[in-house]
Nanobody
Framework: VQLVESGGDLVRPGRSLRLSCAAS????????MSWHRQAPGKERELVAG????????NFAEAVKGRFTISRDNAKNMVYLQMNSLKPEDTAVYYCRAVRVSGLGRYEYWGQGTQVTVSS
């Protein structure tokens, strides 16, 4: 099982970034996906989530209206489009896959990609 994030970078405030997460080794279309972030000295927090079919999404209050999440089940990819970036968006961003069934809970995490927003 692998989740590999990419797209992190150093950008100026107000700019945009698109993060990607490539999944392999499991049935991607059967898992809800989400992006989380962890800033230095802070706990990891949920940024955005998307349902199995992409029909439902949710966002942290801090990013509503600026970030969007999407997935491509044919390509086993999930994306996080981040617009109007702020310094407080600086963090390591992680991709997560989760599935809950009668057989149990299955959860996978990527290694993270660094996003730094600074002038």
């Amino acid at each position: 099982v692998q989740l590999v994030e990419s797209g992190g970078d150093l950008v100026r405030p107000g700019r945009s970034l698109r993060l990607s997460c490539a999944a392999s080794g499991f049935t991607f279309s059967g898992y809800a996906m989400s992006w989380h972030r962890q800033a230095p000295g802070k706990e990891r927090e949920l940024v955005a989530g998307i349902s199995i079919d992409g029909g439902s999404t949710n966002f942290a209050e801090a990013v509503k209206g600026r970030f969007t999440i999407s997935r491509d089940n044919a390509k086993n990819m999930v994306y996080l489009q981040m617009n109007s970036l702020k310094p407080e968006d600086t963090a390591v961003y992680y991709c997560r896959a989760v599935r809950v069934s009668g057989l149990g809970r299955y959860e996978y995490w990527g290694q993270g990609t660094q996003v730094t927003v600074s002038s």
